[in-house]
């Protein structure tokens, strides 16, 4: 099929069968990172910048790494040496850069809709690297690969997504991803990280981790933030563990090859015991591994082949 | 020079009058209506009004003219200008003002720009504690010998409930009405739009219902506990419809309004980050929206005000969370309000009386009636031009409006504030 996307804001825009192009895309260059020489020339003369307005290492890394593999040349803008803290605006500081000619911008903002409202201005394409509490949907894609790999399908799983909902672009990005693609979601947590209209978005909601794990091919444990303890969505940590943490005793309760996921970075101990973390049926690692896969794909789709 | 408008239909809910008259005008002040053709022309200036209604000049009682403080956004000139182009006669502007109007020589400030503007007549509305702080009462008396014709927390609401019962005994010694902004600030936290569908799915901080209700429900309390006369401002729940149906019930002399934006636009409107659809309180659900139809309908709500809230591209065209609440409404309150008549819901008669008689019963203030010797303010309107609204005509500074490219249908040709025309032509 043809990819025709300026581009990559959100999940919630993509066809299945678009979601499935990217994954096999994804697939066909993933083989590019365990060759000897990891690089191939397809977007050499390209620029790819990053902007991002949150801390971030992992999904910064998996860019720059991407575009890399690619042969593209990067550029990455942090916000504390960014012209943010001079007050400029957002728009300012991205006519700027598109003044020096980019081909793509990723960003990630801690607003909702900060991508939305950059593409909607830009001539380059933007890729949505997180946006506040909304998408993140290149983590989407990447959980989908590696789910892809390691049962051979998307269809008819059982998807439990366990933590801060509410909080979650990962978990709004995965529950719409999964959904897309023939798979079951119910997710879990206390009722202050579950909001209202959940169901809506086609999840099953439950406040028992036992009762969403039941059965479940995938795992996916959300990251806790501590700080949400003073916000008065939570008691102690300790209770969240005990009645939300992942440990090995839950297992036996899944599907025998059930696969363990997390989107890092890892508080270990309170969402997920550090056996179940490094233990066999954690696809965590392979997850970032995907990730450069996923991201290699989005860059080549938006910006490669015919289109450059 | 008397001005005779010839042949129109007159609609004046205070006279209960709906029929074709003519309308001499003299001394600012209205001075005949009788059966057409019975008042001589010779020496007047004569407006052949055939086909078109004239109504007791409209007057919106919540606005805000951003002077003194942020004239880049309106002054009250360009105000005023908006409110006669919307067919306004009169505006009540509210106090978060930059000073807040919590004192008389603000008030004053504010009177002499208007007489200056020599458009609109405005009505300041003081600030019922010092800075809108929320914490000490204001100069009740003072402030109104000054000219206030209200006390409001508007955009700074009261938290403690005792400062509350206290300003609504105080203002009672005063004759003074308050007006009630009512959104519980520690439920309604970072929120910044109604928490539902839509804010789960645009990963937006919500706002639920019940930040607007718990406050409806306190002041409907404090004003049974305290005789005082509360005016309940923008509502927009479907709860808070109920409360106050309740109220009125049991024989309060609360009133309420709405704005246009609450009985035409839903969450959806905020879809693609639409920074011009953030308002507070926010844009709610379809059910909320017919709550806000049938309480109009049924008296519950009295008024319809626009809470025009003029902000620039400084504040609008930045990340959805990081945007200024709030929408200009003067140049489109009445088209979009004429659509309840249209679609059934109000009588044009009825609601006139939600867009003039009864603003000016609440304030306390002349207009609101075409009876002989009343002030010689009306709006002519054209029920049937349809017309696009396109921003970029507006009288207003501002252009922060959701309803840019909406075809309405009804708008007012001719605005006439004691006895002069300041906006239309026939």
């Not at chain 2, 004239?54 to 200008?81: N, Q």
């Not at chain 2, 206290?166 to 009405?177: D, I, K, M, S, V």
């Not at chain 2, 901080?205 to 930040?211: D, K």
């Not at chain 2, 109000?346 to 609440?362: D, G, Q």
Request: net charge negative.
């Amino acid at each position: 099929m043809e990819f025709r996307r300026k581009d990559l804001l959100g999940i919630a825009d993509l066809a299945p069968e678009e979601i499935r192009h990217i994954l096999d895309t994804a697939q066909s260059l993933k083989e590019i990172s365990s060759r000897p020489i990891k690089k191939v020339p397809t977007l050499r003369g390209k620029t790819v910048v990053t902007m991002f307005y949150e801390p971030s290492t992992r999904t910064r890394m998996s860019f720059e790494i991407a575009a890399k593999r690619l042969s593209a040349d990067t550029l990455n803008l942090t916000v504390s040496a960014s012209s943010a803290v001079k007050g400029e605006t957002l728009a300012d500081t991205a006519h700027n850069l598109e003044a020096m000619q980019p081909d793509l911008l990723v960003i990630r903002h801690y607003a909702s809709g900060a991508p939305h409202y950059l593409a909607g201005r830009l001539r380059c394409g933007v890729i949505n690297a997180g946006d506040g509490l909304h998408e993140h949907p290149t983590q989407a894609l990447l959980d989908l690969l590696t789910v892809r790999e390691a049962k051979g399908r998307l269809d008819g799983l059982k998807v439990a997504i366990i933590g801060d909902i509410a909080h979650s672009r990962v978990a709004r990005s995965d529950i719409q991803a999964f959904i897309k693609m023939g798979s079951k979601v119910t997710v879990a947590g206390p009722a202050t990280m579950l909001p209202p209209f959940l169901e809506s978005l086609g999840a099953e909601v439950t406040y028992s981790l036992e009762e969403a794990v039941a059965g479940a091919d995938v795992i996916m444990m959300l990251r806790l933030q501590l700080e949400r303890m003073n916000q008065m969505f939570l008691s102690t940590l300790r209770e969240y563990s005990r009645e939300f943490g992942l440990a090995p005793r839950h297992l036996a309760l899944a599907k025998k090859d059930v696969v363990i996921m997390h989107p890092g970075p890892l508080n270990r101990g309170v969402e997920i015991s550090p056996e179940v973390a490094d233990g066999p049926y954690s696809l965590i690692l392979e997850q970032v591994t995907n990730g450069v896969a996923v991201r290699m794909a989005l860059l080549y789709l938006l910006i490669g082949g015919e289109k450059g | 020079m008397s001005l005779l408008i010839k042949g129109a239909s007159v609609v004046d809910p205070a006279q209960n009058l709906e029929e074709v008259r003519d309308l001499l005008l003299d001394g600012g002040k209205i001075a005949a209506l009788e059966p057409p053709g019975t008042i001589p022309g010779e020496g007047r200036r004569v407006i052949e009004a055939q086909g078109l209604v004239v109504t007791p000049g409209l007057i919106d009682m919540h606005v805000h003219l951003r002077e003194p403080g942020e004239e880049y956004k309106e002054t009250i000139e360009t105000g005023a200008r908006a409110a006669v182009a919307g067919g306004f006669t009169a505006v009540a502007c509210m106090p978060n003002t930059k000073p807040v109007n919590d004192t008389a020589s603000v008030t004053r400030f504010i009177l002499d720009q208007a007489a200056a503007a020599g458009l609109a007549r405005v009505y300041p509305v003081g600030a019922i504690s010092m800075g809108s702080g929320g914490q000490n009462l204001s100069e009740y008396a003072d402030q109104k010998a000054a000219g206030v014709v209200a006390l409001s927390d508007d955009g700074h609401p009261v938290m403690n409930p005792l400062l509350m019962r206290r300003a609504l005994e105080y203002a009672r010694t005063f004759g003074l009405p308050l007006i009630s902004h009512c959104e519980d600030l520690n439920l309604r936290a970072d929120g910044v739009m109604h928490e539902g569908r839509v804010s789960l799915e645009l990963g937006l901080r919500g706002i639920p219902a019940a930040v607007e209700e718990i406050m409806v429900f306190r002041d409907l309390a404090l004003a049974q506990l305290t005789g005082g006369r509360v005016h309940i401002a923008h509502v927009t729940a479907f709860g808070s419809v109920a409360l106050i149906r309740q109220a009125k019930a049991a024989g309060l002399t609360v009133t309420a309004e709405t704005a246009p934006h609450y009985f035409h636009l839903t969450e959806e409107a905020v879809r693609g980050y639409d920074t011009n659809a953030k308002v507070n309180p926010p844009l709610r659900t379809a059910q909320d929206v017919a709550a806000i139809n049938e309480g109009l309908r049924d008296g519950t709500l009295d008024a319809i005000a626009s809470d025009h809230a003029p902000h620039t591209s400084l504040e609008k065209d930045v990340e959805f969370q990081e945007a200024a609440f709030g929408l200009i409404g003067l140049e489109t309150s009445l088209g979009l309000s004429l659509k309840l008549v249209h679609d059934g819901v109000l009588t044009f008669k009825e609601l006139v009386a939600k867009m003039s008689t009864n603003p000016a019963r609440i304030l306390g203030v002349p207009g609101g009636n075409l009876a002989l010797g009343a002030p010689a303010d009306l709006t002519l309107i054209d029920l049937n031009r349809e017309w696009t609204v396109d921003v970029a005509k507006f009288a207003s500074k501002s252009r922060n409006c959701p309803f840019h490219g909406w075809t309405l249908k009804g708008k007012a040709v001719m605005t006439i504030v004691g006895g002069e025309i300041v906006s239309g032509e026939l």
